[in-house]
């Protein structure tokens, strides 16, 4: 019978697959952010707005959903995904503005310019990286909060292909007693989130 990481590895395949297909689409797809700021913004209200000028026109396009980026205030926010894999960040993008970003989906670039934040991946000329935003300042890296915007939230192969079960995969192929688990927790300096700088593996051993 296969071990763990076996197993996760076998999973793995299928989940890049389609992660990649995902990240490079066949043709533009418009990603709206779905969460709790962003619906408040109306974004429920522009995906219908974009689906609406989409249809009357037969547009060559897709639509999916994100978690916003983290900018609420420029909420309701928008991504499109080229083929060649460049993400654009737009926003705030009202019930007005669907024809423009529709637009700029299907080849007129520039129409949905004054809407651009920045690029999430890839490379546009003349749109600068959303990382070189004023507000990201102060965070060179994305750790926790790393797949989002590049992945749809509900899609569990996605999350599998950003390496999502690694860790557990490792521990469970290696066989570790939960005591080893622990110690390996406590070793690593790793603290739970409640701000309270309590050691993890102290934590689990209360459990």
Excluded: C
């Excluded at 076996?6 to 533009?28: H, K, Q």
């Excluded at 037969?58 to 993400?87: E, L």
């Excluded at 019930?95 to 890839?122: C, K, P, Q, S």
């Amino acid at each position: 019978m296969p071990d763990a990481l076996e197993r996760y590895e076998a999973l793995r395949v299928t989940a890049d697959a389609e992660y990649a297909a995902w990240r490079n689409p066949e043709r533009p797809r418009i990603d709206v952010a779905l969460d709790q700021s962003s619906i408040t913004n109306g974004a429920l209200q522009t995906r219908a707005a974009l689906e609406r000028v989409a249809a009357e026109r037969n547009a060559a396009v897709d639509f999916g959903r994100v978690h916003g980026y983290g900018m609420q205030w420029v909420h309701p926010t928008v991504q499109i995904t080229f083929p060649d894999g460049a993400t654009v960040l737009y926003g705030p993008v009202r019930e007005a503005d669907a024809a423009a970003i529709v637009d700029e989906a299907t080849g007129r670039w520039g129409a949905a310019a004054a809407l651009r934040l920045g690029t999430i991946t890839g490379e546009r000329a003349g749109v600068p990286s959303i990382r070189e935003h004023p507000f990201f300042a102060l965070e060179p890296e994305r750790r926790l909060l790393r797949n989002i915007g590049l992945t749809d939230p509900e899609a569990l192969n996605h999350y599998l292909a950003r390496d999502g079960y690694r860790a557990s995969a490792r521990m469970l192929g290696r066989h570790l007693s939960e005591e080893a688990v622990r110690n390996a927790l406590n070793d690593s300096g790793l603290t739970g989130r409640g701000g309270a700088n309590f050691p993890a593996g102290t934590k689990w051993g209360f459990l």
